[in-house]
């Protein structure tokens, strides 16, 4: 029998057939064979990976607690590129220090990965595909920034609450089209507006701030004032192209009331800040902003597929934001997020999913579905002729969204109705196709990938080894 078995599996390894791969819940109750992707207003949370000076990663993945950063912009390092320097002080130039910017990360930040004494994060940026904004939402954009007497200053350094008042403070927040690397940010700026807003000038004076966007929400281990500033941005478009992905722009400045030296966007120079300001991320205070997209998630095919003794379930689904926002994109199937449910005359008691192809840790995969297949042997079960029903459901890694695919088999007549395109990334299409018991597959079937095969076959050869104590 162990012979006899294997000789199958390799066999349908040589034609290359088991796909690699694989708040608005849908009711799924009596729903016809197709896809219910979400297509509601959707809140999504992004989060900013605070990493140094440089451009930080944003995705959906909530921060490490065990990770948090205050960086020091500089010793003197004021950002006055539209006035003289202030006498008896230093500076280091003109730059702009209190600008930051952010860019779109479709991979994790592995947080228990540690270069440098910082966590590590793939440099890829990108979005998987288009993504529809709900516009009559604003984004709610939320950044924190710590109080600090010089940029030298450190966390370990003793330093009384009220710390130097900064007048007039502006938080600008600006979502673009682009995320091209380039010296001086040049193209990060060039890209169309998504959104954008900015905070009410406030005057930060520790915990007597009196402001309706700018609060002091706490203090840091060194005594320094924390300042939440929080900004509703403003779409100037709907859609976000995956070709172009997005950026996040961040300027902090004082408000000058005569407008000459206020609007470092239109000029990069051409703002004013003492330094007196970093910016500060820890487990309670995390850079964020949420917005709402019609589709943040999407099932792209769900296929049954009769192979020998064994009915196969192919499955896909993706995120725009990455494949690392598909929930259950792990391993272990008690991550969640990714279920089949197989209804009908019998119960499909050797079910089991055998493969799982979640590309979140390669280099130039991140926007790839994650593809998943389970393998029900049916006729070892026994299972009696009939009309059966699969379904399957998968969420988003924060759980606001929901998709659901439904197919249809039928064990007897070798009926299947598959949904979802594979090459095309259509998910709104089901076909019928009659597929005899154990016949060989037709070459429609959907593709497969090395990794996945092997998954396969050694899933297949475990349950070989089991069957043969």
């Given amino acids: ?44 949370t992004m989060y900013f990976h605070i ?42 130039g003109s730059d702009t220090h209190h600008t930051y910017y952010g860019f779109s990360s479709p991979g994790y930040v592995q947080y228990d990965v540690d270069q440098g004494g910082e966590p590590r994060y793939h440099p890829e940026r990108g979005i998987s595909f288009d993504v529809e904004m709900d516009q009559s939402v604003p984004v709610d954009f939320t950044w924190y920034m710590q109080g600090q007497i010089t940029g030298g200053d450190s966390d370990g350094v003793p330093m009384h609450q009220a710390s130097p008042p900064v007048p007039q403070v502006v938080m600008r927040a600006t979502i ?35 402001s309706e966007d700018v609060t002091f929400v706490g203090s840091a281990d060194n ?53 007196y300001l970093r ?26 597929q ?9 499955t896909s689904t993706n995120s725009p934001w990455g494949n690392y926002d598909v929930r259950g994109d792990q391993e272990s199937e008690s991550a969640g997020g990714l279920e089949l449910e197989l209804t009908g005359p019998s119960i499909p008691v050797t079910l089991n999913r ?17 593809d998943a297949t389970w393998v029900w042997e049916y006729k070892v079960d026994g299972a009696q002729d009939g009309l059966y029903t699969a379904v399957f459901t998968a969420k988003n890694d924060q759980e606001s969204a929901e998709a659901v695919a439904v197919a249809q088999f039928e064990i007897g007549s070798g009926k299947i109705v598959g949904c979802g395109n594979q090459a095309s990334g259509d998910s709104s299409d089901c076909e019928e196709s009659i597929q005899e018991d154990g016949a060989a597959p037709t070459e429609d079937s959907p593709g497969v990938g090395f990794v996945a095969l092997l998954g396969v076959l050694g899933a297949a050869l475990v349950a070989l080894r089991r069957r043969a104590l």
């Fill in 1 to 44: 029998m162990v012979t006899m078995v294997s000789s199958r599996i390799l066999s349908l390894l040589s034609f290359g057939i088991l796909v690699f791969g694989a708040t608005g819940a849908v009711a799924q109750d009596n729903l016809a064979p197709g896809i219910y992707n979400p297509d509601v207003s959707t809140p999504v």
């Fill in 51 to 92: 990493n140094g000076l440089q451009d930080v990663p944003i995705n959906t993945q909530l921060p490490d607690d065990r990770y948090g950063s205050s960086v020091p912009v500089g010793l003197a390092t004021h950002s006055q590129g539209c006035v003289d320097a202030p006498a008896g002080t230093t500076t280091l």
């Fill in 176 to 210: 673009r089209q682009g995320d091209e690397i380039s010296p001086g940010h040049t193209a990060f700026n060039t890209g169309e507006i998504i959104a954008q807003g900015q905070t009410a000038p406030a005057d930060l004076m520790g915990e007597n701030t009196q």
């Fill in 223 to 275: 005594g320094a004032p924390i300042y939440a500033f929080n900004a509703k941005l403003d779409y100037q478009k709907g859609t976000i192209d995956a070709e172009e992905s997005y950026n996040v722009r961040v300027d902090l400045f004082i408000q000058d009331p005569l407008n000459t030296c206020s609007d470092p966007q239109a000029d990069e120079s051409g703002y004013l800040l003492p330094d």
């Fill in 279 to 304: 910016v500060h991320t820890s487990p309670e205070f995390r850079p964020q902003f949420t917005w709402n997209a019609f589709n943040p998630l999407r099932i792209e095919y769900l296929h049954p």
């Fill in 306 to 314: 009769f192979i020998g003794d064994d009915l196969v379930v192919h």
């Fill in 354 to 370: 055998v493969a799982l192809t979640a590309r979140t840790h390669e280099h130039d995969h991140h926007t790839e579905a994650v």
